[in-house]
């Protein structure tokens, strides 16, 4: 089946550092790519939608400056938390899909952020 | 506009009897439907999904959902629980007019008792 890998799983860092995400489609094309948040014991809230080659389209809410999204290629996304703080500690899961409307979404494993 | 609804927030069951976790949804469009697991710290694995095709959708690990239209259900079963399948389960609806975004259900925790 479709395989996403999301790295690292886990980080750990100061207040005030930017953190990467990537997200990578390991043996498909993805044409779209979700970014989400996940609090405990609560559904996925979804961020923003990156389609390769264009902006992100992010959610109302999520601050575009804070939580930068590339789409460069087909195969990979990053999320940079830039100057992050102590409430951005949270579990980050990205998604990928194939191109078509009803196509199901390949999750990563997640990364749990922690800003101390 | 779409939506969809888990009605059971937890769900326990022993093992080897039958789960059903329940889901009902909404969309103006006919919809794509799909059922998730989601083991701790762990991302989304997909279970089935249902794109018009057969409504009695079969997935991985002995689950099954039937889409009943005239209900706007989309009810996952499995015949006998195993102790692995405890996990957080969740519905999604993906409205195809808008490719690919799709609405999360609240999920259902399911506990299997030995």
């Known amino acids: 089946g479709a395989v996403v890998s999301q790295h690292p799983s886990r980080v750990i860092c100061k207040s005030g550092t930017s953190v990467k995400i990537e997200c990578r489609s390991l043996d498909f094309q993805a044409t779209t790519m979700f970014w989400y948040r996940q609090f405990p014991k609560q559904s996925l809230m979804l961020m923003a939608t990156s389609n390769e080659g264009s902006k992100a389209t992010y959610e109302q809410g999520v601050e575009k400056d804070k939580f930068l999204i590339n789409h460069a290629s087909l195969t990979l996304s990053t999320l940079t938390v830039t100057s992050a703080h102590p409430e951005d500690s949270s579990f980050y899961i990205c998604?990928?899909?194939?191109?078509?409307?009803?196509?199901?979404?390949?999750f990563g494993d997640g990364t749990r952020l922690s800003i101390l | 506009a779409q939506s969809v609804t888990q009605l059971d927030s937890h769900v326990s069951v022993s093992e080897g009897t039958p789960v059903l976790l329940r889901c009902n949804y909404s969309s103006s469009y006919s919809p794509s439907l799909f059922w998730y697991v989601q083991h701790p710290n762990k991302g989304l694995q997909l279970l089935l999904k249902y794109t018009s095709a057969a409504t009695l959708v079969k997935g991985i690990n002995g689950f099954e959902a039937e889409f009943k239209k005239s209900e706007t259900s989309f009810h996952l079963t499995k015949p006998s629980a195993h102790m692995s399948d405890a996990a957080e389960y969740f519905c999604?609806?993906?409205?195809?007019?808008?490719?690919?975004?799709?609405?999360f259900g609240d999920g259902t925790t399911l506990t299997v008792k030995p």
């Open positions: 999604v609806v993906s409205d195809n007019t808008n490719a690919g975004k799709s609405t």
């Open positions: 998604s990928a899909a194939g191109p078509g409307g009803n196509q199901p979404q390949h």
